[in-house]
């Protein structure tokens, strides 16, 4: 294998790590890479640290993409949420991050709130634990800036974070008491699973049935799910998945993936419900969807 092939083939899965934190899209994730690739292999003499130089391409890259994206996303239809994923595209734990949960739909909801190279600037320090010299090397900025990009998004993320001491089995005990509530159209049920200020955020693009701004409050949550009951009685199964690592919900209509959903929830009621139904951005749930319609 070519040295220059065998180092990116080395670096990928954290360079992947990055950009998909960058961009929440896993084909643009992988579309910076392929970028980033074609570059590397056209640098001519030695580099130094080749960790440094991809990490700083893919920074880069990232951010010029996230820009030219949130323009983009300004005629998006109705609420815009991350691309989820299921096991098998889950970047691999090839690098210790930090944060708790940082991979999950409801952080990188929480990362749409910060400027690009914000961002960038968490991310690096925060995430992938990049020493503030190397951030601002690699952001093209003085270190003070990049110390104060970095405060004020750890500000920003910690406002609107709830920080739940919940384990994978309480989380998939909620997946499935939803679940269960969701089936029986049950009215007390569904209002004891929410929190009172529970909000549910629905991303249909404009390609499938979706609610077009987000519901807020157990009542009005629960009166949804009575209905979608009510319209679609026994023609809907859900089932608990993996969603970017954490217990979440498939949606089928006929046979058919219809959503997938992942929530927020301190064990004992669910205070965010996200649920992404554009079919543009359920691929990586392909073969479960497929393994379902033949069960």
């Not at 300004?74 to 889950?90: C, F, I, K, N, Q």
């Not at 690699?138 to 405060?151: D, F, I, N, P, Y």
């Amino acid at each position: 294998m070519d040295e220059r092939v065998r180092i990116f083939h080395e670096q990928r899965p954290r360079l992947l790590n990055l950009a998909y934190r960058m961009l929440s899209i896993r084909a643009d994730a992988e579309d910076v890479l392929q970028d980033a690739y074609l570059r590397w292999q056209s640098v001519d003499g030695a580099i130094e640290s080749p960790h440094a130089w991809l990490t700083t391409v893919v920074t880069r890259l990232s951010i010029d993409r996230l820009r030219r994206a949130r323009i983009e996303r300004e005629a998006y239809v109705g609420p815009w949420l991350p691309e989820p994923l299921s096991d098998r595209d889950v970047p691999g734990p090839d690098v210790a991050l930090e944060l708790e949960g940082d991979l999950s739909v409801a952080f990188l909801v929480l990362l749409e709130t910060l400027s690009p190279n914000e961002r960038a600037a968490f991310l690096l320090r925060d995430v992938f634990d990049e020493d503030y010299a190397d951030v601002a090397a690699m952001l093209g900025k003085s270190e003070a800036a990049c110390r104060q990009m970095v405060h004020r998004a750890r500000e920003r993320v910690a406002a609107g974070r709830r920080r739940f001491a919940v384990d994978d089995a309480t989380r998939t005990r909620m997946v499935e008491k939803f679940i269960a509530a969701a089936n029986s159209a049950d009215p007390d049920a569904l209002l004891a699973l929410f929190a009172p200020d529970a909000t549910l955020i629905s991303d249909g693009g404009g390609k499938a049935i979706a609610a077009r701004r987000p519901l807020v409050g157990a009542e009005r949550i629960a009166r949804l799910w009575i209905a979608v009951a009510r319209r679609s009685s026994g023609r809907v199964e859900r089932r608990v998945v993996r969603v970017n690592g954490e217990p979440g919900i498939a949606q089928y209509f006929d046979g058919r993936l219809h959503s997938v959903a992942a929530i927020e929830t301190d064990g004992e009621r669910i205070y965010r419900h996200y649920s992404i139904a554009n079919p543009d951005k359920l691929r990586s749930f392909a073969d479960i969807a497929m393994l379902a319609s033949t069960a």
